[in-house]
């Protein structure tokens, strides 16, 4: 046998010892660092150090194709290219009105040693909150049609005191899991964004940015803290990805930060996307909105046809009314076409995205709506069947336009790879939710949609990789647990489940979680596991520019004082600050409103009650502000009086400290009015 | 979004009810039962439970296609068909003669409830050491062409208090790691066979029996005590598997036992092989052999030719007159062949497997070989270009045949997933050394080589799968650290290395690991971490019908005491009892020779001493024996004085007990010579 030289080259280099020089670059703030180096091998990887400390350990890079050699040994450095930025751009909407945009940048040859000469860059963005890196394939005539059949991008991390906050890849169901919270060497087959707390508090999420015409990055562990990437398989017949130089992939992100709430503060995934390429999308504007949906979800309704139907045209009526009278600028209405009555599950064929049900007057309504001040919100379920919807996308969305429609909620309820989707072939082809068909599939809709004016709110998504800053029309998303869950899931969302998104999932973008229920009884277990006062902190910890008030009209209109702060949350932030939490424990935010001068405060606990600290430091200097506080009553609990809840108001300045006193399962939700 | 129902059923399923009455199937004493059922969703799973206690929990079961939609949800299970068997079959060689094969079998037709009803068969057999089960695939139209993407099938373990020994999948070598010992949830992504040790002291391995025209299976951890299949992916171009129906996959087993030994001492890999189909295997006969080997990995001599030119026709001779005098029946001899001189790692174009050295005068060594009883073994390096090594096989085999040879050792070294491989096209593609191709490729070796009256010994092969019991003349394998790492290792082998093998890649089949060392310093930084009375009871551990005497003829010469050991100890069992041990601890081992009356013994221990009492019941009852015993010295250890041992002998018969004592890292070697 044989190994020889071969094997005791490569040991000795894992021992630490390359050949070439590494190339290095360094964070504005000189804390991160990152080096890329070849072993005797040729063998590329990277490692990550902050303020001095290894973070990453070498790191593998390359690729496996299936169409033509890996490209993985055999590889030199060459010399590196180095840039910078520092640039503050505008969100037309989000979490904070400006964004500084500032790295470091070097770029990086590897070219095969020997025949075909094959070449690949890696370029690496080096910010103070984090780094991106992504490879870029050019143009040449070696390596022209690229198939690949993984990428061999690993995380491999130099630390083994980490504890790790994820949720599974590849399971029967998409994105809609609790969190596992595992020491990392117990990490399993997982999704991005994956969060890490290491025992220095340093919190590290890795993710991805700009997944376009690529397939989603999972994780897998290879041993010990060593995490690698493991692609969302091809379509059915396709590689994992197939692309034509030039092109590159998505970045490869970790977040940095030195406690969890610079993780959910970083704008890193925003700023590693392009600008807005669609152009002015001023026809959107933030806002709230009811809907015909929660009923269905408590069974009291249905979205197929029938006795229940939800999508009359007089239950939607009501609930432009009762949307017109609050304030709240738009009405969904799912049901409303046909298409729900057969098993449409997995299947979606019988859906038609123009057709209403008989009893769904839509230009009646739209006209109504438009009198009212009110928009409805379209909503076109798919299934999944990617393919049929875009047999009929361009006419629906015609109509929505027609309609007066500016959203649209597109959902896709299937099983993972259970999509059926166009294939670059044009064929259609069975594959994933998260796989390179339908990344190239939701930008179809994006772009269409824009052509009409119309947003697009995706539920069942493709993950969230930042591409609302290129596709600002891409308003929000889904991809998680949502509060229908607490509807009917056994088990429903526990206390904590809040609490673990803010850190995990929301660190990928906005998403529609429908908070504000008060109706707290329902087909779950456990109902709806929280206190009243924490549905309303939710409309500022968990960041839309569309965010729901779902629940039963009665609900609302029988308990007008906690109500009224979901019709004063504004949706639309010039800033925001996470001012204290813990992964799956708790969390603060303030944000100030855009276009206002008000600020608004969301705190939330997990199954613990907090007594918490907060400065007002965050609000305007020398300001005077009424605030009005909706905090939890003396005897709240989310596994007692999930209704206690005390309405008060003080005057307050940036000088003073609240303590927030959060019940079990509880929150604390406050405006701050300007005077 | 739009879960509601599916979601509560699947959850309500994973808590434990299902729909379909169970089917069920139990091991011949009764200790193991297997069930398997279907949920509301209609997907299938399998749970299995030992005396009682879940073993594993509901399990899943089935595929996602490339080609078609993925058979997993949606099926309902037909009625279960029931067999047994109990049989005794003889081995041609082996570590015991006769192999009791007695198991209980239930079949289960999976079909689906929708169009297109496409149907799988699983195939459960439960014996009283484990189970095994497979998928079948039969002729239907609905499915002809199955190309798989992903086998979904499911380990999911029901305890969570297990230890697992294991080396990683899917890195830049193939199978030469040193092995893991992590608790169940912390392992990564591993090869088979993986090694698990419960606290009540259950042992489990998980792996897989005839391995063919399938891809080799490795395990991923999903999350917590859950693994599932991860296939080796498709050379480049082609699914993981591409098979035309109708097919089966290879069988998924578990070996179980109470303990330790019991694994070592299973058939159950075997027994799920199908008998010899190629016919008569006389013309091999179990052997030790000298070779032209170690003085290479000891860099005093090189495969290249020139100066240092091992494969010269005066070294060889030396070594077939070694062998002669000494009793072994072949001389390997490496570097003989044309192809060495260049860069041919990962490349091998340049082999050529007729056309000698000029330094080597093949027909003169044959003939003086033959003349001195001895046979040369032959050495075909392919560097994995199986495709350029299969242009020339025939007339290699041909060749080999005319020089009187009847084994021949093949090599395969180059990174993973670097094999040049003939596919289903003919044509050659990049793969991975246990991919589909890989599969295919072993065994047109093995048949060819048949055809000829030659038996393969393959280094850096496919893994083990128990395909010797069908296929006879593949008489050994490596597919594991071997000695050799102790010559250059960067590091050696650990003193544990091998009480890791007896219990995880040794379960798959016979290791051609060459033991035998006596010069301990070598270039590996610990040299041959072991006493040299390890070295002699390694021959009895580790089992092969193909046992090296590797090291330099000098070092044999001048040491005859020991060197008796290996001249005496026997290479083909008629029985072997594995008298105790523990995982990666120590392992002692008593064969009865085949075609004699002697018993031998070994026992080893890793870095730290042992004292274990051995009685000696497993001798021929009323029997008396020479114990011939070749034992560490008192101040042997494998960090200090490696040579320092004890060769003595007395008399015993079967009712006397032996206080074995182990120094660090040695071990014990005994001849029972029956008087």
Redesign the interface.
Known sequence: ????L???I???CS?GVAVAQPAKVASPDGRIAVEISTDNDG?PSYRVSRNGKPLLAPSRLGF???????I??GLQIGEPQFSKLDETWEQPWGERRHVRNRYNQMRVALTEKNKPFRKIDVVFRLYDDGLGFRYEFPQQDALTEV?I??ELTEFNFARDDATAWWI?S????RE?YLY?R??L??V??AQTPITLRFADGTHVSIHEAALVDYSGMNL?????T?LKADLT??S???AKVERTAPFHTPWRTLTIGDNAAALADSSLILNLNEPNKLGDVSWFKPMKYAGVWWEM?LDLKT?ASGARHGATTENVIKHIDFAAKNGFGGVLV?GWNVGWDGDW?GNGEDFSFTQPYPDFDFPKLAAYAKSKGVQLIGHH?TSANAAHYESQMEAAFDLDKEMGIHAVKT?Y?A?A??AKLVGRDGKVH?GWHEGQDSARHHLKVVTEAYKRQIAINA??PIKDTGLRRTYPNWISR?GAR?M??SA????GNPPEHETNLVFTRLLAGPMDYTPGIFGMKT?APDGVATTWAKQLALYVVIYSPIQMVPDLVENYEANPGPFQFIKDVAVDWEESKTLNGEVGDYVTIARKQRGGDDWFLGSITDENPRDLKVPLSFLDKGRKYVAQIYRDGPDASWKGKRESIVVEQHEVTSNDTLELKLAPGGGQAIRFAAK
């Open positions: 046998m044989l190994i020889r071969f094997a005791s490569l040991l000795f021992a063998r496996i194709l299936t169409n033509a050699p890996k993985e040994r198939k059949g993984e599974p590849f399971e029967w169901n809609e596992h595992t020491p060497r117990e399993g087959d897998t562990r290879v041993e010990g060593r398989p091809g059915e017949g396709f979800h979205w799912e599950f379920e959902g309820v099983d790879g259970g069975l539920h069942e889904e949502g229908e869950f009917w899931g056994q088990p087909r």
